[in-house]
């Protein structure tokens, strides 16, 4: 079969279960060309609906009288995510804050529970994990060692040694953000487990495209975005994961009132609730934690089984147009062959990366460029299709290689 | 005149040049008597088309491509809400994250630049600043002083005295969230200052009510949340106001990326951008940064001294109403009687304060009670009206005086 003739991508799209989730996202501009939900995930159809209700009903209407059915939302919608996503028990995930401020309670959390070493990371980290990490090694006293791992992610081996003196923290993101590259979150959960250290995961670029064996493993801390590929908004609020049995001596440094055993007493002095809701800090976000719980909705309603098999069909399909149309033109894959180390990027190189960025917007195709070299195309399980990914790729290699060329 | 006599009340609503702005808000329910704008302010109508916009047309048709034009919100409409609510310069002001965080930031920034000494603050002050005050007290190795006011928050006399040892930092809310009255900012400011210290104030329940001497002052930090007065819906996010010329020299411990100069450079180490950027953290609600850039914009358009002369004569019209109604069946007010010292909340006491908001809520009446004994009208100077306010304290009449009483 020749992975370039058109029939193919057809096919694949008719043979995908996952087909009809397109249809409940919003898809205005049938011939735009969106490779970019790595970055921003589509709107999903019932998100717009759930808003428009919250704003003009519950805000409009309600009022402060639907605090009452709001002020659970973080732990409800963390339970569903975490049902859903995360494939964990009830009570240990809670939608709320940023990444980066989720991040930054789970290394100090982790730091108060963990022994004396150094906090141990890769220097390809994703830049606010590695600005975040360098903040509380100085605020903790303990040393920031990085591993200078190639481009697609530390092997188990490499944390290994880097832990070998020692290891208090050790925190990764599981999908590499300029490779694609999909760490061992086993092997490499383990060596540090048998080093002393605790983990903290970001699994932003992983999070509703694969299962993610946190229970398995004994994951100590988790956070991730959800405006990626769990299509909840730009800027909607990030989840925070802490196994059961660490929350109640886990503490954290922001002392909020949604964090206070019996919140609206009022009371001095502060004593944080013995469970995950130990993690919130301020008022949270509503109209973010309500499209938080329909996006997720959908990643439940697909399964993570067949979100997984579809982004290892999409990134295959992608490689393999690459290398057919691509291979001849300075355009080299970077992302690794083996399915096993993928999640659902797909990460191309080539010197004039954001050019050929802003080259391909022009035609309808957005993509994003990360310095120096990097184009990457986020495939998303729910929205992408595979007559969508071979335009994209067509359209790349018109301008790579120019008519008459 | 007899204050309750329904004429006089449609007299006052005659005669406010602000009587416009409630149309410019969502009133589906004429009979509903809403005086709780101090938890959770009307929906303005622009707000809500603004939100409908952005995620239709914004996220779902531009999708990522957007953030060209997102980027750039939190220093947008931090400097449009300085400008129209608190009056001061561009570039001093952030609209990102929580009040709780933004408290957190502000509290260590200033440790950092402060000499010796402890934090100073009230026992009265609102639950989530008493808890972050502790925090921060705790992780800088600060003592932790707290003035045991009377219920009407400290003056500056009782400020001073507790300076009178040495302070770093005194921290404060402006509006007491209990008895609603309104603390001296300048005589508070000046007499911190004097003692050596830095100031950080809470504005929560004082913006968009009143001017506010900032600039005047030379107050140093200044945080507080948009969703109550400022109307820009439940979670949106807070505003942080750091003084100009303190700002290159601060530091604030949550290490994100979106204060990383360079940002998409995504290079290391972290090195913060020099100007109020650097009080942000990860990724912001864009979705909130729109509510609260259109609900200011009202504020803006209304003008902060004939949002004060609304709230001078609301408040006064409900103490009015109240002595004329209720001081005979037992309920008090608490909120000074000094317009100097109130802001837009009045408060009641009565010892069965959460039965009569449970019944008020019965009628139509929405007010929220806080512990032990005090209930709170919060009067939204852009949308509560003299006849709304003089029917809640009718019917707020009729629950005390039961019939044939």
Redesign the interface.
Known sequence: VDPTDQRQALDLDAADPLAGFRGRF?V??PDLV?L?GN??G??PVQ??ER??EL??SD???G?????ER?GDLPTQVGDRLGAGVLDVADGQVVVC?????NL?KCLHAASALAGPGPIVSD?NNF??D???L??VAA?TGRELVSIDSTSVGPSPEEVATACANGVAIASFSLVDFRSGALLDLSGITEVVHAAGGLVVWDLSHAAGVLPIPLDRCAVEFAVG?T?KYLNA??????FLYARRDLQSAARQ??????S?RA????????DPLPDIRRFL?????????A?VDEAVGLVAEAGLEALRAKCVALTGYAMQLADAWLADVGVTVVTPADPDRRAAQVSLRHPRASWLRAEL?ARGV?V?A??PDILRLGLSPLTTSFAELRAGLDRLRAICVPAGG
């Open positions: 919003v205005d501009d969106y970019n970055s921003l589509r709107l998100v717009a808003l428009r704003v003009t805000w409009g209407g009022l402060a009288r639907s605090w709001w804050d940023t990444t980066t401020l930054y220097r830049p606010t590695r600005y975040v360098s903040g605020q975005c405006y908004g730009p800027g909607a609020p990030a440094p922001v002392w909020g009132w949604f206070q919140q609206f007493a009022m009371a001095d002095p502060y800090t301020g008022t949270p976000s509503i109209l973010g934690l499209a917007q957005v994003d990360r310095p």
